[in-house]
């Protein structure tokens, strides 16, 4: 049974494949899975749930951590552990174990998604003498919930309004898509491009349009990396569209409130000629995402609770800036770029404009497919966002190039990039949702 998955050397990754598993007799609880041993709780410092065995003094152990919620909408996980001897393995349900991976990832592409039901993960530790079966080091079990589409969003039965689900499709409460790129037939200052898929609670990016300009496509479905993704790309002399080139798809109809949690998930591959070397410098600006803000419930202009911009800023040149009162960029997170790569974001987002309100923003970065999240430094904790003149909003957000320095491309002419659909729920805590989305980015 070594054969129902398949290794990456170069990314430390192991995919399995619900389907595989399904077609050799299982796919739900085995008679060998058990219930997690230990303690279950959560990491203050990355949001991730975690468990702890019980075990007697002097055995070996394996702590698990980023663990899919207990219950959960969400098709995927990316397990992570740390054993105090030995050698791991693990398994998935009533399955053979093999030696594990670290992080043990379920569930990476449409076609491995898990099925609905309850799943277990077993670890053992061999220190010698093998393993048993019967007896394994420790276990989480979860449930894989079936989404619902009452009210026109997506409901859990933990009660939180959920809007979430597996990439590569975008989840959101209104069925319109905003698509902001320029065709043959734009000049000057161009419309955005609405596109509806009668759809109220869940679209797929595969079906949205292609945006060409000049013979080269400026938005729309692409495959890279053997993965279902868009392709953003702007160019000098591009037509402007509020005043910058763009290529970006806008989620429509969010309708975020202040002092609700929510999270978002997403990831970019910058094209390789996208580096401080090659740009222009300081003057050298665009964002890949934002969070956007109707202007006429504000006071501000075009402006958006948040963004996450690039600038030709050697070793710094990403930012994730916020908007304070009358406008005022915030710098919050700096963080380098690379190019080529995946780069994977998390963000958990309360939007406010008191203190009452307990705004908050908090990001985490992962560099390279499979590689561990770092939590990103907040240099003005406690900034608020927006105008306090303000009490509602309907923020929504926006993923791909926004160049608002169209005249700055330093030694190219083109800023291009690769993006997966958006991961967005609302809840508490739901790092590791987000983060099992992004599986295999």
């Not at 399904?22 to 085995?30: D, E």
């Not at 397990?79 to 998935?92: F, K, N, P, Q, T």
């Not at 279902?228 to 702007?234: D, K, W, Y």
Request: aromatic share 10%.
């Amino acid at each position: 049974m070594i054969s129902i998955f398949h290794s990456s050397r170069a990314f430390g990754l192991a995919f399995i494949s619900a389907a595989v598993l399904a077609a050799c007799g299982g796919g739900g609880s085995g008679s060998d899975s058990a219930a997690v041993a230990g303690a279950t709780g959560t990491d203050a410092t990355t949001g991730t749930t975690t468990s702890t065995p019980a075990t007697s003094a002097g055995s070996p152990t394996v702590a698990l951590s980023s663990l899919p919620s207990a219950r959960t909408l969400s098709t995927s996980a990316s397990i992570r552990y740390e054993s105090s001897a030995g050698s791991v393995y693990c398994r998935l349900d009533s399955y053979a174990p093999i030696a594990c991976p670290n992080p043990f990832v379920i569930g990476a592409t449409p076609a491995e998604q898990l099925s609905v039901g309850t799943h277990t993960v077993d670890y053992y530790v061999d220190t010698g003498s093998g393993i048993d079966l019967a007896n394994p080091t420790n276990s989480y079990t979860w449930t894989v919930e079936a989404a619902s589409t009452a009210g026109g969003g997506t409901t859990g039965t933990t009660g939180s309004t959920s809007t979430a689900g597996a990439l590569p499709s975008a989840f959101k409460l209104g069925g319109d898509y905003a698509i902001e790129a320029p065709s043959d037939s734009d000049s000057g200052s161009y419309a955005a491009k609405a596109y509806s898929n009668a759809l109220s609670f869940v679209s797929s990016l595969l079906g949205l349009p292609t945006v060409s300009r000049d013979g080269i496509t400026r938005f729309g479905p692409a495959t890279t990396d053997g993965k279902s993704v868009l392709r953003h790309e702007v160019r000098s002399g591009d037509p402007l569209r509020n005043g910058g080139n763009r290529s970006e798809l806008s989620y429509d109809d969010m309708q975020i409130q202040h002092g609700v949690d929510y999270w978002m998930a997403f990831a970019v591959k910058l094209d390789s000629d996208w580096t401080a070397a090659n740009s222009d410098g300081t003057g050298d600006q665009q964002s890949f995402m934002q969070v956007h803000q109707q202007t006429s419930e504000t006071t501000l202009t075009n402006g958006g609770p948040f963004g996450i911009k690039w600038r030709g800023v050697a070793g710094k040149e990403i930012e994730v800036f916020s908007l304070g009162p009358n406008n005022t960029p915030v710098t919050r997170f700096t963080a380098p770029s690379t190019p080529s790569t995946w780069m994977r974001f998390i963000i958990h987002y309360r939007s406010g404009v008191t203190s009452s309100q307990s705004p908050t923003l908090e990001v985490w970065q992962a560099v390279g497919t499979g590689a561990a999240y770092t939590k990103l430094t907040d240099q003005a904790p406690g900034s608020l966002f927006g105008d306090p003149a303000q009490n509602t909003t309907r923020d929504w957000a926006k993923v791909g190039i926004y160049k608002w320095t169209p005249g700055s491309y330093g030694s190219t002419t083109k800023r291009g990039l690769y993006s997966s659909g958006l991961f967005f729920s609302q809840g508490t805590n739901l790092y590791d949702q987000a983060a099992a989305a992004l599986a295999g980015y």
